[in-house]
Structures are given as structure tokens and as C-alpha cells.
């Protein structure tokens, strides 16, 4: 018998774990086949608030927050390079990546959650890809607009939402939520607002997280 399965994954695009989590959590889901009826609710954290619109350079970024060198830094994004592409999904992390201020991000994927689960995991997805992979600006309202359509989106309403501030206080409320709830660092991954699993975990650690809900909830 399949059994529903409610999934909060709070995340922010800017975070590498996140993505990981996401295809493994994915991964997970196709494996266990018709166990469970899953759908994914993306819920907005924000690794980097005070970002200026301009963004910053990731190394110096990174070495500055963590106290850390910029040798350091490129040994974990080459770990975090071999965990994508074991998962199918590729890093390139380059010189001039740079994070970015990602609230109107957000803002965009709560609409897209309005509009339905599928299109705010193609949305999610897509925002992943562009950054991570392509090294676009996820916070760019145009790249928005066309990754919008490319994921079957309207984009002129995706741009309406951008340019309006529509969501704004949505996503304050929910961060404020689930920073209460004592998410200090991301991906969480919430199981039916119960079980919660953090990090990029690997498939068969989902895999085994899930079955176990499942069997509480019986």
C-alpha cells in the first residue's frame, strides 16, 4: 500500500549541500517506487541575508567566514564536486563564482509552490543548475523569468512577482518559522512535520529514513 509522505526541504540555492541533498533525496524517492506518495515543499532559508546586490566572490567569501584558506576551500568543493557527480549532477566552481543575495529567490519559489509541487521542484532544480553548474546569477531577475518558462512557468507572471515585492512577507514568516523550529543550518529535510534528517545525505540513508517513517505513521 502507498503511503503519503509530506516533505519540507528548507534550503537556500546558494548552498552546495542542499543541491546534494536534493538529487539524493530524489533518488531515494524513485528507488522506493509506489512505497510512498511523496510531495516536496521547498521552504526558504537564506545563507547569506546581509549579501549586497552585487554579490561577493565565493573563496574569499568562504576563507573569511570559516577562517579557512583558499586551499581548503578548493578541496571541498572538490569533495563536493565527486559527491554531485555520483549523483548525476555537476559542480563547476570556478574563480570568479561569486554568492549572491538569494530573498527574491525565494520569492519567486513560493510562488511557484502556489502554482503547484511539480513546477516549484523544476524551479528548484533549474535554479541549482543555472548556478551551480552554469555559474548564473540565481538572483537575476531575467535568468528568473527565462528559467520560469523553461520549467513551463508563465514568466510575464514571474516577473510581475519580482518586480512587485509580492511573497516578501511569506518568506520572512516562514524563515522566522522554521528558525524557531531550530534550523540553523541547511538542507533540513522534515518528514511529515515529524522526522526530520539533515545534510547531504546519501541515497541510502534517505532511503532508510523514509521506510522508518513510513512504519511510525502506519
Known sequence: MTQPLK???VSDVMCPWCAIGLHSLLQALERLGDEVDATIHFRPFELTPEMAAEGERVIPYLSAKYGISAEQVAQNQAQITARGAELGF???????SRKWNTFNTHRL????GEQSADAQLALKRALFAAYFTDNRNPSDPDLMCELAQQVGLNAGEAAEVLASGRYAAEVRAEE????????SSVPCIVFNERYAVSGGQPVETFMQAIREVVQKEV
Open 90 to 96: 555537476r559542480f563547476d566552481f570556478r574563480s570568479d
Open 7 to 9: 516533505i519540507d526541504f
Open 109 to 112: 519559489l513560493h510562488w511557484a
Open 176 to 183: 522566522q518559522l522554521w528558525q524557531q523550529r531550530g534550523v
